[in-house]
């Protein structure tokens, strides 16, 4: 059994009838296997389906959206990674945080028809979105209510009208999610549906963490488990909400990949293609759907 304390996931287990015993967690959630990255077995990816989250809702949070809140017969499972070598004056857990706080430069790229940022920032009249932004910026983010600006319309996201009028942030579709675990080397966002009634494209729990990669090099990487939600630019959008996912987490990471080259941490590899998606509920024996090309 698992509960969340602060920090870190604790884990119990049964000593004897009605006695436990607690030892502390060292992740939130389970990479896949350094000798199994490309693997789709479903088993990997459990822990993020089975996923709730154990801290209350934030403020102007309506409700989580956990899979079993989504749509359809399929659900997305994907495992992207980038390996780099480790630098020599930081830690694990301090190059995590380094990473982490570089978000909004990873998701905005050079082009800024994506953004991350935290949420309420953009009229920000109670002070919100800087509780938000300390709370993300802090040591321990957990609780903190994110907000990603996303793309319904590749590969054409934002008109020529819309880019003259770019100061209006809400002609783009936002998917917000909350911090549900986090640790000093990982942690989880869980998606969201806030009072206002805008709900993230998907709905389920994507993680985030740093490890040792042997050789010299460490590995950030993302695991993620989802189904498509209710919100409504899903509805409108010409590919599907996952096919767009996957094209946002490429231009992340590339861009993850050029900050890493230039703070001398050398990038070895990018890793994208262990994504798709899987019948819902899961049928590990059954083969995967079919799905066009999302590239």
């Known amino acids: 059994m698992r509960f969340l304390r602060g920090l870190v996931t604790v884990c119990t287990t049964a000593v004897v009838a009605f006695a436990m015993a607690q030892t502390a967690c060292a992740e939130c959630f389970k990479p896949l296997p350094l000798d199994d990255l490309a693997s789709r077995n479903v088993d990997y990816f459990r822990d993020l389906g089975d996923w709730r989250s154990p801290i209350k809702k934030a403020r102007q949070v309506k409700r989580f959206l956990p899979p079993d809140s989504g749509v359809g017969d399929v659900v997305n499972v994907d495992f992207y990674y980038v390996v780099f070598k480790k630098p ?161 987490w490429l231009g992340f990471y590339s861009n993850m990949k050029d900050f890493l080259n230039r703070n001398g941490m050398s990038v070895q590899r990018v890793a994208s293609g262990n994504h798709g998606t899987v019948w819902w509920p899961l049928r590990p024996n059954d083969p995967p759907p079919t799905e066009p090309p999302c590239e």
């Open 88 to 248: 020599s004056d930081k830690s694990l857990a301090e190059t995590f945080k380094t990473i982490r706080l570089h978000f909004d430069e990873f998701a905005r790229g050079t082009t800024g028809d994506y953004d991350f940022q935290p949420y309420g920032t953009l009229i920000d009249v109670s002070k919100y979105g800087e509780e938000n932004r300390k709370k993300w910026r802090s040591d321990n983010p957990i609780g903190a209510l994110m907000t990603f600006k996303l793309d319904t319309h590749y590969p054409n996201p934002v008109t020529g009208f819309q880019k003259a009028i770019k100061t209006i942030e809400f002609v783009n579709p936002w998917g917000s999610v909350q911090v549900t675990c986090a640790t000093d080397t990982d942690f989880i966002f869980s998606t969201v549906e806030i009072d206002t009634g805008w709900e993230h494209p998907v709905a389920g729990s994507r993680g985030f963490g740093i490890r040792d990669a042997g050789n010299g090099n460490w590995m950030f990487y993302s695991k993620a488990f989802d189904r498509e939600s209710n919100a409504w630019g899903n509805k409108v959008a010409v590919k599907g909400v996952f096919c767009y996912g996957h094209i946002f």
